[in-house]
């Protein structure tokens, strides 16, 4: 595993909590306040995909100034209020443009009205670390966040439309890999010949920051687009990330976030190999992942090591190791305080007892699982499961009773799954779709089953995951007796050309 090497010199710049717009989310979690802006911004005409990560990030200061997009959502919601009574700073001030202007390049911070300019400040630190992996593209990274977030930017705004233009022609143009390079080429985590000439230094806050982002970047492109592609543009990021932890940091907090950074990221890896169908290369990235959260001893990253270590035992035949890794991952959990985090756990552990045929054992994991959920969200649930809500929970026990061959349940809850999935999340639409389409014709359905199957190839054009096409041939096989059924031979011959 990675050493580090670790100073404290120098005191941490920690962001500074956005401490106005905690209060104003008031008792809604962060899932749910995100919900009411998609809504308000639906209101006036804008597009913005906010999540519980956006408004974690905003309200611990990471993002110091909103887009225009969700400026305009922001005041739309707060009538009366500014950005500053929202808890921002200006524009001007985060970008530094107006303060270099008011005192020319060679102005003191204090003649520039008291505080200093972010670029200024922020870029000093960087050429104090100087680390040749990320350098340039942590700058890009820090532009990223503050200038416009990849979360569905605006198509109108100038800001915006250049990158959101790029990654739309590249994913048409080029399929999933083409739009990872997109990207993951602004925030510089790459491994190329140049990097390798050069030996590595030791890294600072830009470096974790630009390593957080890729996660997140890597996340929200999987769940729009599938894994399929992915993968192997996700790799060198990881490269370099634990070429950052080889190097070091420049300190004890910034060493925390880059080991933690970097765990997430072999997971988000982890999981591009598992839904592309490379299960050991998955295994491989996900212990990767474990040994870094015992390194460190963090929890959070175990559980999360052990959540996705049980959904590839399941998927790979192995139910024992499924169940035992779901409790690992229980155990680790516990002190977290997060009962959605318990709920996704108990799921897993349900999925492993479905695939050792112990329908006790299952139905009393679904049942905790049920529990743990309605106990709604918490500012203890961890960034990586904005994915998990109600249509996640009823796609989950649809695949247990799937796998205990109960038909009717299975295609029941796969049903509900789709209907209640956030159009946001299309893998996830087409996933679920997929289950419902394959519990159907082994229901003795196949009108009904070719209809669902018909809705995943339309959306395949957007997504581009092994295991959906896999389901989908499990389905054609199962429905090739009943060809002349309504809608039957048109799926066959529709999914056979996709093939082929």
Known sequence: MASSTVTSSQPERPARPNLAFRQLRGRRSPAEFAALVRRAAREIGERVSCDARYIGRVEAGEIRCPNYAYERVFLHMFPGRTLSDLGFASRSSVRGRAARTAAGPAGPAESRGGSEPYESRETREMEETHHPLVLQAARNSQDSQEQYELHEPHEKHPLNHEESDVLRRAFMTGGGATVAAAALAPLGLTTGAAAAERPPRRAG????????????????????????????????????????????????????????????????????????????????????????????????????????????????????????????????????????????????????????????????????????????????????????????????????????????????????????????????????????????????????????????????????????????????????????????????????????
Do not use: K
């Not at 990586?384 to 061959?405: D, H, I, K």
């Not at 289950?435 to 014709?441: C, G, I, K, V, W």
């Open 205 to 500: 806050t830009p470096e974790a920051a630009a390593l957080e982002e890729a996660v997140r970047r890597i996340r929200l492109l999987d769940d729009r687009h599938g894994a399929d592609g992915l993968y192997r543009r996700a790799a060198a990021p990881l490269r370099a990330a634990y070429a950052l932890l080889d190097a070091g940091a420049t300190r004890q907090t910034t060493a925390d976030r880059l080991h933690a950074g970097a765990g997430e990221l072999a997971i988000s890896v982890g999981w591009l190999a598992h839904d592309s169908g490379r299960f050991d290369d998955a295994r491989s990235h996900y212990a990767e992942a474990l040994a870094t959260a015992r390194m460190t001893g963090d929890p959070a990253l175990e559980a999360h090591a052990f959540c996705n270590t049980a959904f590839l035992a399941r998927d790979a035949g192995r139910p024992r190791e499924a169940v035992r890794a779901a409790q690992a991952a229980q155990r680790a959990a516990q002190p977290l305080g997060s009962a959605r985090l318990l709920s996704l756990l108990a799921l897993r552990e349900a999925g492993g007892w479905a695939g050792l045929a112990d329908r006790t054992g299952c139905e009393q994991a679904l049942a905790r699982a049920q529990a743990l959920f309605e106990r709604g969200r918490s500012d203890a649930d961890p960034e990586w499961m904005s994915f998990y809500g109600e249509a996640e929970l009823e796609g989950l026990e649809a695949q247990c009773w799937s796998t205990l061959g109960d038909w009717r349940r299975a295609s029941r809850h796969a049903r509900r799954a789709a209907r209640l999935q956030d159009p946001h999340f299309t893998r996830n639409i087409a996933l679920y779709t997929a289950e419902l389409a394959d519990d159907l014709a082994r229901e003795g359905r196949p009108d009904e089953a070719a209809e669902a199957g018909l809705r995943v190839l339309a959306l395949l054009d957007q997504v581009q995951s092994s295991r959906i096409q896999t389901m989908l041939a499990g389905t054609a096989r199962v429905l090739l007796p009943h060809r002349r059924a309504p809608g039957v031979a048109e799926f066959l011959d529709r999914q056979r050309a996709r093939r082929a």
